[in-house]
Every structure is written in C-alpha cells, then in structure tokens.
C-alpha cells in the first residue's frame, strides 16, 4: 500500500529539495506540501496522510505545537519531525510529544526514506540514534548512583524532562501525568536541590549527567 505523505516547511527550497527526494520512491506518495504549522494540523485533518513530514521552526504555529494538536486530533497519523538544528531539546520534545521519528535536514536522501518508511511501519529507524537514546533516558527511573540528595524515583524522571527544557504540559504529556502533579513534583525538586527556579535545577541535572 502507498505510503501518503505531507511535508511541512516553511522554507520553499527547503522544502521542494525534500519533495524530491521521494519523487522516485514508488511507494511513497506526496499529497500535499504547507508552508506553516497551521497548515500542516489543516491539511492532515483533511486529507489523513500515513505519514507528515514537518520541521521543528515554522511561523504561525511551530512543528512541535503543531504535533501536539495533531496528537489531540488525530492520533493515528504517524509524524516525523525534523530540523536543521542537532538540538537535544527539539529531540527532547519530540519524544514528549509522541514524534514516530526526527531526522536532521542534512542527512542523506536515504535517512529521510528510511524515516518515512519507518514511521508509517511505526518502527524506529535503525540509524536514528537520536529519539531512542532520548526517549530511554527520559523514561527511566533509577536513581544515580552517587547523589545523596533524596529525589524520588519519579523527580529524577521529571528532573530529566526539565534538563531539556520541556514545559510542564509536555512533561505531564510524556509521562501521562496531570499537569498538577507535574508541578508538584517540580516544586519539592527544587526545594530539594535547593535551586531558586527550572533552569538552576537543569544546570544540576546536566552536571550530573541527566540529560
């Protein structure tokens, strides 16, 4: 079955240099191309792609919140993102945000392919160490093994999401929590670590290797 695919740009050359990529992908098929995050939430609520293709920064309304309506709307649409930026913190909020796959602007025409196919499979593409080696590090529980400070099990794991800068909606998202008890925890973080606000707390959890 065809793979039917949106990408979301809003640099035209950009954007007509990914197009091409898949023009010679039988199995692939571009349904539409949008310049902006709007677009992109319009376009597949309309046409239903298997797959959209969308970069992070995008005017109107940026990828990552674009990502997070379409994961409110229609979730069975498989969204890869991507950007010309090797930023941990867009991996970081992809993954918050339920992205199928991140691929860097500069990567080869066979990444982007294995991405796409990837995704619409919904599989991880095995070049991609970026979303996996995030999405487990957000994920786990365990507790450093040298920190004397007395963080819970789940405060290390919402420490992690704050190294990353992710906000308390995108962390509440991530680990299907209410935002409430996000900033809950997020408060006895900092009274624990004794930090006056979100970004002194992150300083400490990159030192110690979190993030």
């Not at 991405?115 to 786990?140: F, H, S, T, Y």
């Not at 507790?143 to 290390?156: G, W």
């Amino acid at each position: 079955m065809s793979i039917k695919l949106i990408v979301a740009d809003d640099q035209e050359v950009i954007r007509k240099g990914v197009v091409r990529i898949f023009q010679d992908e039988e199995n692939i098929e571009i349904i539409a191309e949008v310049c902006s995050g709007s677009e992109a939430v319009a376009k597949t609520l309309e046409l239903n792609p298997t797959v959209l293709l969308m970069d992070v920064m995008m005017p109107e309304l940026d990828g990552l919140r674009a990502l997070a309506e379409l994961r409110d709307k229609s979730p069975q649409t498989r969204v890869v993102m991507m950007s010309a930026h090797d930023n941990p913190t867009y991996v970081a909020r992809s993954v918050a945000l339920g992205a199928d796959g991140f691929v860097l602007k500069e990567a080869s025409a066979e990444d982007f392919v294995e991405a796409v196919n990837c995704a619409a499979r919904g599989e991880m593409p095995v070049k991609e160490g970026r979303l996996n080696r995030i999405q487990d590090l957000l994920g786990k529980r365990l507790d450093p093994v040298a920190d004397e400070v007395p963080l819970t099990k789940r405060e290390y794991q919402v420490l992690r999401h704050l190294a990353f800068g992710l906000s308390n909606r995108e962390i509440g998202r991530s680990l299907s929590i209410s935002i409430e008890t996000v900033k809950e925890h997020v408060q006895n973080i900092l009274r624990k670590l004794d930090a006056a606000d979100r970004t002194e707390a992150a300083v400490w959890a990159v030192k110690r290797g979190l993030a």
